[in-house]
């Protein structure tokens, strides 16, 4: 069974600082893996997602991530981030033997300070 | 695309009571997934569907609950008799599945249910 790891559950920032979320996967077959976002009192959005290709893969709002096949991670990366940003976000990993079914992280609750 | 829908937003009921979540999926999409959100366990995924057919309900919590899905675009999780544990927010998400890979999941707005 694949399950995903999220280091940090409580990350604070200050403004303009940078940002990486670590995601690390366990599952060595084929993989899909998404980030989510989950703004204060509102349901999950897509971030971004990887499937095949370019492993750095960029999203929305400046968030990019980098799957690291041989780390078995998919790290969420913001060069400078935002009061906007304060939110929850999950990683999520599919994988070639799981259906259309996702299996999500628990989650790290950031706050970006004013 | 209005997105997933789901009725009501918000539910507030006393022990007991039967409880029926609504959520009707993207048009086109053949999945349609059930979760749980919880400050204590997280995110967690109840039953999903493929073509109205459940697939997985290991996430089921118990007998209480119930979820079905007659057609493409409407499906429904019952909660009888519910209990104060059971208040949560209930994602309902839909998605394709791509030929040879994975769709994204697309999430509706929740439902916040307080048992009282």
């Known amino acids: 069974a694949q399950s995903v790891s999220q280091h940090n559950h409580h990350v604070i920032l200050s403004e303009a600082a940078s940002l990486e979320l670590g995601c690390n996967y366990s599952?060595?077959?084929?993989?899909?893996l998404f980030w989510y976002v989950q703004y204060p009192g509102q349901h999950l959005q897509l971030l971004l997602k990887?499937?095949?290709?370019?492993?750095l893969v960029k999203g929305i709002k400046g968030f990019e991530a980098e799957f690291i096949k041989s780390k078995f991670s998919f790290n969420l990366r913001k060069p400078s981030v935002q009061w906007s940003d304060t939110a929850e976000y999950f990683c999520?990993?599919?994988?070639?033997?799981?259906?259309?079914?996702?299996?999500f992280g628990g989650g790290t609750r950031l706050m970006v300070k004013p | 695309d209005a997105g997933v829908i789901q009725s009501p937003r918000h539910e507030v009921t006393e022990m007991g009571q039967e409880v029926t979540l609504r959520c009707k999926p993207i048009?086109?999409?053949?999945?349609l997934f059930w979760y749980r959100q919880t400050m204590m366990r997280g995110l967690e995924l109840l039953i999903y569907?493929?073509?109205?057919?459940?697939?997985?309900d290991s996430g089921m919590p118990e007998d209480r609950f119930s979820a079905k899905m007659p057609n493409a675009s409407f499906s429904t999780l019952k909660i009888q008799p519910s209990e104060p544990r059971d208040s949560a927010v209930y994602f309902c998400?839909?998605?394709?599945?791509?030929?040879?890979?994975?769709?994204?999941?697309?999430f509706g707005p929740g439902t916040r249910l307080t048992v009282l």
């Open positions: 990887y499937f095949s290709g370019d492993p």
């Open positions: 599952y060595g077959g084929t993989v899909n």
């Open positions: 569907f493929n073509n109205n057919v459940p697939i997985d």
């Open positions: 048009s086109g999409h053949d999945y």
């Open positions: 999520a990993v599919n994988s070639d033997n799981a259906g259309n079914m996702l299996t």
């Open positions: 998400a839909s998605s394709s599945r791509l030929a040879g890979g994975s769709d994204t999941q697309y």
